[in-house]
């Protein structure tokens, strides 16, 4: 159960890049998870509900992707969903293959919007 | 609304401090292992059968995490060589920060090889690199065999599974061929050493792969000087 220091380093980064955008208010952030990261969308999303709850970052939201445990073969080049763990390359049989997705935890987008601009912040212009 | 591109690690910043703290281990050629297991497969037992096994002059430290008590590091000081305990005070998994916090007052030049015993958990500690060289997974025979399939993250990025406690087989429902198979499933290729920190079973095998560790490691150091 580390979702909760996750979900700092997430708002920490927020506040982060948002200080390179005055008078516009972060919105939304987007973040990647492995399937094999070890962390539970579910208790992040509860997480980051936790710890922006009446605070200026209240309306911000957060969207999470999925990402599929990924292998490429190093012999075709094809690249696979790995599924069960079976990690040899369906198309030509290699077993000379490279796990290329799965353990993502990283930050893809911030948006974000003029003071204002949406009924959704206007709690936090107060 | 705009959307402004980050593309970044979320714990870039653990992964920072991560990235130097390997680059001073590489520059004083020390070996950092990092060893992850749930609580009570043996990270600790295993610990001291690896420094009652090194001579009183070999250059190592152990840094040893937990979220209570100085207990482990206690168990560890008696083999006289430089051991801290690291306490989180409730969090489940070290950092690279708590690391280099508790190495701010050791000498860099005179290791060889740092022992870090993580906090036991099988989930969070896969997520936090501490900086080090390999991490080694422990796993008991008291536990199921089928954990390298519930944990799978920790099974693939650990280079060496330690599974202990085989003195136990006898007594338990403990398939250690299954086990096996789990983690190379998980792990293909992954290296295993069977042992039993009771009687000493096996642990020369887990001291070979140790040995072999530590002179790639010089070996690496040689290489980047010369």
Redesign the interface.
């Known amino acids: 159960?580390?979702e909760m220091?996750?979900a700092y380093?997430?708002l920490?980064?927020v506040r982060t890049?948002a200080k390179r955008?005055p008078g516009?208010a972060p919105?939304k952030i987007?973040?990647r998870i492995g399937e094999?990261?070890?962390?539970d969308p579910e208790a992040l999303r509860f997480c980051f509900e936790a710890i922006t709850r009446d605070t200026d970052m209240e309306a911000l939201q957060l969207e999470i992707e999925i990402c599929p445990f990924r292998y490429r073969c190093l012999d075709c080049g094809h690249q696979f969903i790995v599924q069960d763990?079976q990690?040899q390359c369906p198309q030509c049989g290699s077993?000379k293959t490279d796990?290329i997705g799965g353990?993502e935890?990283?930050?893809?987008?911030?948006?974000?919007?003029e003071y204002g601009?949406s009924t959704a912040g206007a709690k936090n212009t107060q | 609304?705009?959307?402004?591109?980050?593309?970044?690690?979320?714990?870039?910043?653990n992964d920072r401090i991560a990235a130097e703290l390997r680059a001073r281990f590489q520059e004083h050629g020390i070996l950092c292992l990092n060893l992850i297991s749930s609580p009570g497969s043996g990270k600790t037992s295993l610990l001291e059968r690896t420094l009652g096994n090194l001579p009183r002059h070999d250059r190592l430290a152990v840094l040893t995490g937990d979220i209570q008590t100085e207990n482990d590091a206690n168990r560890l000081k008696r083999f006289h060589f430089p051991v801290k305990q690291i306490t989180t005070g409730g969090?489940?998994?070290l950092d690279a920060r708590m690391i280099e916090r508790h190495l701010a007052d050791w000498k860099l030049e005179d290791l060889d090889l740092l022992l870090i015993e993580n906090v036991g958990n099988l989930?969070?500690p896969?997520?936090?690199d501490l900086g080090e060289a390999a991490k080694v997974v422990v796993l008991s025979v008291t536990e199921g065999e089928d954990k390298p399939?519930k944990?799978?993250?920790?099974f693939?990025k650990s280079d060496l599974l330690v599974l202990n406690k085989i003195d136990l087989l006898p007594y338990v429902p403990f398939d250690i061929n299954a086990a096996a198979e789990n983690a190379r499933?998980?792990h293909?290729g992954m290296d295993i050493v069977k042992v039993s920190c009771l009687t000493g079973n096996g642990l020369h095998e887990w001291m070979m792969w140790l040995g072999q560790r530590r002179r790639a490691q010089k070996l690496l150091v040689q290489e980047t000087v010369s």
């Open positions: 159960m580390h220091g996750i380093s997430v920490a980064a890049e955008h516009q919105r987007g973040v094999l990261a070890a962390l763990y990690c077993l796990c353990q935890l990283e930050l893809t987008y911030l948006e974000v919007e601009a | 609304m705009e959307r402004v591109p980050l593309e970044r690690k979320i714990l870039s910043e969090t489940c998994h989930v969070c896969a997520s936090y399939l944990y799978p993250s920790i693939f499933k998980v293909p």
